[in-house]
């Protein structure tokens, strides 16, 4: 079977998602759930964006040990020497470069001539080979490039002393039958290209994405860029979970195979969504909710008959274990250890420890502990954002005939608590109104999302808000049974990462790839 390598990019292109904003810690906290998924390579972020990205992919860089660390980086001297300082401490560094080479680039863009395309790029290949010896060359928008430009375009790449070149169809323009064609075409019209990997990197504009980066395989890509979920700029990326199943479950077709540990993936699912805020549809394929749900009648019975009647792939596969064993109120510490050893948690003895207490305040509000609702207190994992507000209490009074009030208690780090009440027009709206009124932060609510972590009445629920101040902003999550309560934590965590990020050394918002 041949080895199809995974390139990671959910820190890099998936953080460029609209609305995505993960900090240092959450990018190393990611970044070492990718090492555990086994990612070959895995892109940290774009250094000379700004020096706070340059110090998290420097965090990733020193972090990760069994995987190439990889920094991206337009075809400019200053932009490759912040990848250098970044991934001072890497185990294995790589450095990706790229520069556009379409017509519609080349004239509007770039305002160069192919010529000065291919001088730029070279320039930049051969200074970079003085500090690397692992070099991916990007040519941007070469789904929209000529062939026979991108032919001399990939040739120049491999002289010059690129490792790896990548394919990408930057604008998810393309069909499978004509995204297979350019690797064939390279594959048998470029000297030497036997020499380097081919890699694909797919966007999912017409929802190709994935067929694309498949039909590349088939015609001799050595490596796959994605990210986790398929988040990504716009449409998003090619969903590497789909990619690692697809050779899984039809090995018998394309003979080649990724060295991922499956088991990991609804973990690693679990956690981009949790950290980025975006919300994994029910539909989507491998790790949506109703991925291996059976509804129809018919289907229900050909399942109890015969699961490969209608399964392709079992939910073991991808680690989704789920176990007979129900937790509730009277549900002791053997119990609870159990049941974290069925859903696959290893901890020491002093997290076993805070998670039961967790849990036991927890079933005081529920009646039944689903396996989700104690993934997600697991996952909740505090973070180090300095606690600049906690919240202590609210109180929330709400009529349809009346104007919705709230009243908040907060705790500011100097130990000083105060108190403020506040209307509005919905009941987030006034507590939201109650908490600047004591923060005296002005800020703007440029997103809120809700969703109920299990089923039931009293589950638990999970609110994720993105707060706006200036140029900066920030996400933020909170979980409560109540999710007026899940709202006001998750206000109060993006505030308090807000006012972290001002003090941060310079970091961007949103990269600029020009
Ligand atoms: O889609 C794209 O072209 C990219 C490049 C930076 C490789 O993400
Ligand atoms: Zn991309």
């Known amino acids: 079977m041949r080895k199809i390598y995974i390139f990671d990019t959910t820190l890099r292109d998936g953080e460029q998602s609209p609305g995505v904003n993960l900090n240092t810690k959450e990018k190393v906290e990611i970044a070492l759930q990718l090492e555990k998924l086994g990612v070959d390579r895995m892109e940290a972020g774009?250094?000379?964006?700004?020096?706070?990205?340059?110090?998290?992919?420097?965090?990733?860089?020193?972090?990760?040990?069994?995987?190439?660390?990889?920094?991206?980086?337009?075809?400019?001297?200053?932009?490759?020497?912040?990848?250098?300082?970044?991934?001072?401490?890497?185990?294995?560094?790589?450095?990706?470069?790229?520069?556009?080479?379409?017509?519609?680039?080349?004239?509007?863009?770039?305002?160069?001539?192919?010529?000065?395309?291919?001088?730029?790029?070279?320039?930049?290949?051969?200074?970079?080979?003085?500090?690397?010896?692992?070099?991916?060359?990007s040519p941007e928008d070469a789904g929209r490039t000529e062939l026979d430009f991108l032919c001399q375009v990939t040739d120049m790449a491999i002289r010059a002393g690129a490792t790896v070149v990548n394919i990408p169809d930057t604008v998810g323009y393309l069909n499978p039958l004509e995204y297979g064609n350019i690797f064939k075409t390279l594959k048998e019209n470029v000297p030497n290209i036997e020499t380097i990997q081919l890699s694909a990197h797919c966007h999912d504009d017409l929802g190709m994405a994935t067929a694309n980066a498949l039909s590349a395989i088939l015609n001799g890509a050595d490596q796959i860029e994605g990210t986790i979920n398929g988040i990504g700029e716009r449409a998003g990326n090619t969903a590497i979970e789909e990619i690692a199943l697809a050779l899984e479950t039809r090995s018998d077709y394309f003979g080649a195979k990724t060295s991922l540990n499956l088991k990991e993936i609804a973990k690693t699912s679990r956690l981009v969504s949790k950290l980025t805020g975006m919300v994994i549809p029910g539909n989507k394929a491998i790790v949506?909710?109703?991925?291996?749900?059976?509804?129809?009648?018919?289907?229900?019975?050909?399942?109890?008959?015969?699961?490969?009647?209608?399964?392709?792939?079992?939910?073991?596969?991808?680690?989704?274990?789920?176990?007979?064993?129900?937790?509730?109120?009277?549900?002791?510490?053997?119990?609870?250890?159990?049941?974290?050893?069925?859903?696959?948690?290893?901890?020491?003895?002093e997290s076993i420890n805070a998670a039961f207490a967790k849990f036991k305040d927890?079933?005081?509000?529920?009646?039944?502990?689903?396996?989700?609702d104690i993934r997600a207190m697991l996952e909740e994992k505090l973070t180090d954002t300095p606690e600049v507000f906690t919240l202590e209490t609210i109180q929330v009074n709400y009529g349809n005939q009346s104007t919705p009030s709230a009243s908040v208690r907060i705790r500011k780090a100097e130990g000083d608590v105060r108190e403020e009440a506040a209307i509005g027009n919905g009941s987030v709206d006034a507590i939201y109104n109650a908490i600047d009124k004591v923060t005296e932060e002005t800020v703007e609510l440029e997103d809120y999302s809700i969703k109920s972590?299990?089923?039931?009445?009293?589950?638990?629920?999970?609110?994720?808000?993105?707060?706006?101040?200036?140029?900066?902003s920030a996400q933020g999550r909170g979980l409560s049974t109540d999710i007026l309560e899940a709202s006001a934590r998750a206000y109060i965590d993006a505030l308090n990462r807000l006012i972290e990020k001002r003090k941060a050394p310079g970091r961007r918002d949103k990269m600029s790839l020009i």
Do not use: W
């Open 288 to 349: 949506g909710a109703n991925a291996f749900a059976h509804e129809s009648g018919i289907h229900q019975d050909g399942m109890l008959k015969e699961k490969t009647t209608y399964e392709i792939i079992s939910p073991d596969t991808i680690g989704l274990r789920e176990s007979k064993l129900v937790l509730g109120k009277h549900s002791g510490r053997h119990a609870f250890r159990e049941k974290l050893i069925d859903l696959g948690y290893e901890l020491e003895e």
């Open 362 to 372: 927890l079933a005081d509000r529920k009646k039944n502990v689903t396996d989700e």
């Open 453 to 472: 972590v299990s089923q039931g009445k009293d589950a638990l629920g999970e609110v994720h808000v993105v707060l706006k101040q200036d140029e900066v």
């Open 46 to 137: 774009f250094p000379a964006a700004s020096p706070g990205d340059l110090a998290a992919v420097n965090a990733v860089a020193r972090a990760v040990k069994n995987a190439t660390i990889i920094g991206l980086s337009r075809s400019r001297e200053q932009d490759i020497d912040a990848v250098r300082e970044a991934l001072k401490g890497a185990e294995d560094p790589c450095i990706h470069l790229f520069l556009a080479t379409s017509p519609i680039h080349r004239k509007h863009k770039l305002r160069m001539e192919k010529e000065q395309v291919l001088e730029t790029a070279e320039r930049a290949i051969r200074y970079a080979k003085q500090y690397f010896s692992k070099i991916e060359f």
